[in-house]
């Protein structure tokens, strides 16, 4: 089984430019990236990027929607809400950005990640524990090529969600051990997740507890994922 891919090259546009990341930084700079379908962002979004950012010193997190996520189909907010809401999310958050990808997979995120970062940061893609180990164990046609262009390119960083991280029982892993790091989330956020959320919002519970304020009032505002079988529409851009 191949790895599911988009055609063309990869683009990326920043929708919110942290107003102190990277750009206020001379020396040698760290970017995280944590890439999602945010559908809708939650605070487990932003307590793995609090918790990268402190234990591994970054100095910007780049929160970006892929407009074709690699893995699922979107239901209840789209593209341009999505948006919205984490832009919400982090109108506090002095470090952070947000920005919509062309592609969603990291290889193609990192490649043109120099478009807005001329700076050449070192990159750290930020993920939970299901999903790294879906990337560390997936059927690439040429599997030991893959993990080599990933892990000379950029960084893993692990955070703990319903289970704790280890790193899988594959030898051709063990070169890039040093470069795939486990940090730890607070107990409070590991079962924190966007599926959580909708499935209150049909059940018209209340779902302060796992979203922002602005995001709670903004999902309010709108009606958003009160009906659970309808996709959402997918504007161009």
């Known amino acids: 089984m191949s790895h599911p891919t988009t055609p063309g090259t990869s683009h990326i546009r920043l929708v919110r430019p942290a107003p102190h990341g990277l750009s206020a930084c001379r020396d040698h700079t760290r970017l995280g990236v944590l890439g999602g379908a945010y559908n809708p962002i939650t605070l487990a979004h932003l307590a793995i ?37 984490m832009q919400l999310a982090v109108a506090d958050h002095p470090a952070a950005s947000v920005g919509l990808s062309t592609h969603g997979l990291f290889i193609d995120i990192y490649q043109a990640l120099s478009e807005v970062y ?40 692990v ?45 018209g519970l209340d779902i302060e507890p796992l979203v922002p304020p602005a995001v709670a009032r903004y999902i309010q505002e709108h009606g958003l994922y009160r009906d659970a079988s309808t996709p959402a529409h997918e504007e161009a851009e």
Not at 50 to 66: D, G, K, V, Y
Not at 138 to 156: G, I, K, P, V
Not at 159 to 178: Q, V
């Open 159 to 203: 955070c703990d969600r319903d289970g704790a991280f280890r790193l899988p029982d594959d030898p051709r892993l063990e070169p890039y051990r040093d470069r795939i790091h486990r940090c730890l989330l607070p107990a409070s956020y590991q079962h924190v997740s966007s599926t959580e959320v909708r499935q209150r919002c049909q059940q």
């Open 49 to 85: 990027a609090n918790a990268s950012m402190q234990a591994f010193a970054l100095h910007e997190i780049l929160l970006l929607l892929p407009q074709v996520p690699p893995h699922k189909t979107i239901f209840g907010a789209s593209l341009e809400q999505r948006l919205a809401m």
């Open 118 to 157: 001329p700076q050449q940061p070192e990159v750290f893609f930020l993920t939970g524990r299901d999903a790294a180990e879906r990337i560390l164990t997936w059927h690439y046609e040429d599997t030991e090529m893959a993990l080599q262009q990933m892990f000379r390119s950029f960084q893993l960083i």
